[in-house]
């Protein structure tokens, strides 16, 4: 298993344990390039997120999706640990 789906499957059973609804975005010739890795749901909140491992770099389209949920007001979180999920969810009063 790579660093990053490790990390994927970490964030998605910790996210789950906490009560959120989580998704993966499977890529596939249909979905649009630059679409974050996953989505979570709970209680009316939802956070996308693209999960990178330490050396991971975002894609120009990731950058262009990020800015883009973040113009409308979405959650759009670069994950390379939990903590920056908790951090994220701290710092915009999301109970997690």
């Known amino acids: 298993m790579t660093p990053e789906s490790k990390l994927k499957k970490d ?3 910790t996210l ?8 993966s975005m499977a890529s596939t010739q249909y979905t649009r390039a630059g679409l974050p890795d996953a989505y979570a749901i709970k209680k009316g909140v939802v956070l996308f997120l693209e ?19 973040r113009l409308s ?8 640990c939990f903590q920056d999920v908790v ?7 999301i109970i997690l």
């Open 16 to 23: 789950r344990k906490l009560g959120w609804h989580y998704r």
């Open 51 to 69: 999960i990178k491992s330490e050396t991971g770099k975002q894609t120009g389209a990731q950058i262009n999706e990020m800015l883009n949920i």
């Open 11 to 13: 964030i998605r059973d």
């Open 87 to 93: 951090d994220y969810c701290e710092k915009n009063n």
């Open 73 to 80: 007001s979405g959650h759009y979180i670069l994950v390379r």
